[in-house]
């Protein structure tokens, strides 16, 4: 079965600087796409970073970037210079190439401390 | 605008009761997708459709049924709805391409009593 896994509920970091979010995934698939999503308190899912499997480069969005291990089936968010409005529930999800499927993990709490 | 919109919003009902959540996109996306939010546990995947009358099973299908007559609406069907379906839903649509971003409603939250 293809699974997505979070191991850590809960992360705080302190206003400018950085922090790393882990995400674990199992596929017997080669090709997919990773995304990171962002849901702050207003509930809104919105989408922060997408990396595709084929590509070795790892994607990044101006603060944020991805550690993209293939072969370890991991894929790490960093959020550098970390802001009070980076402060939500970040998740991680899978999507198998071709399909409709999308399989999120349990998700982050990023509390942003200033 | 681009948006997709769904309702109600919020839904106190009691079990047995039939209801549905509507959905709606206007971005003319093939894939259409609800989800259910639960916590500790993320977004669970319950029904997507590829296209007008395509739909397929997600991870936690049972107890709902969904249908795709027209590309812009995926209503999520209750037939006889139980507490343990109390929870927090998301519609969501992308174009093609894989690596396109779902779009998100702004989810409805069913409370069956």
């Known amino acids: 079965a293809q699974t997505v896994t979070q191991s850590q509920p809960e992360m705080s970091v302190q206003e400018a600087e950085t922090v790393t979010l882990s995400c674990t995934y199992d596929?017997?698939?080669?090709?997919?796409?990773l995304f990171w999503y962002k849901q702050p308190p207003s509930r809104q899912m919105i989408l922060v970073i997408r990396?595709?499997?084929?590509?070795?480069q790892n994607a990044t969005e101006n603060r944020f970037s991805v550690n993209f291990q293939k072969a370890a089936k991991s894929f790490s968010l960093k959020i550098s210079d970390s802001q009070l409005g980076d402060a939500a529930m970040y998740f991680c999800?899978?999507?198998?190439?071709?399909?409709?499927?999308?399989?999120f993990g349990q998700g982050t709490t990023l509390q942003v401390k200033p | 605008e681009a948006q997709v919109t769904q309702n109600p919003r919020y839904l106190i009902t009691v079990t047995g009761k039939k209801l549905t959540v509507t959905c709606s996109q206007n971005?003319?996306?093939?894939?259409m997708s609800w989800y259910r939010q639960d916590p500790g546990l993320g977004l669970r995947q319950i029904y997507y459709?590829?296209?007008?009358?395509?739909?397929d099973k997600g991870d936690v299908p049972e107890g709902y049924k969904v249908s795709r007559k027209e590309k812009r609406n995926f209503p999520l069907i209750l037939e006889s709805p139980s507490p343990n379906q109390t929870s927090l839903y998301f519609c969501?649509?992308?174009?093609?391409?894989?690596?396109?971003?779902?779009?998100f409603g702004d989810g409805t939250r069913l409370s069956i009593l």
């Open positions: 969501a649509s992308r174009g093609l391409g894989g690596n396109q971003p779902q779009h």
């Open positions: 596929t017997s698939e080669s090709d997919y796409y």
């Open positions: 990396q595709e499997a084929y590509k070795q």
């Open positions: 999800a899978y999507s198998p190439r071709n399909t409709g499927k999308l399989i």
């Open positions: 971005m003319n996306h093939e894939y």
């Open positions: 459709s590829m296209n007008v009358e395509v739909t």
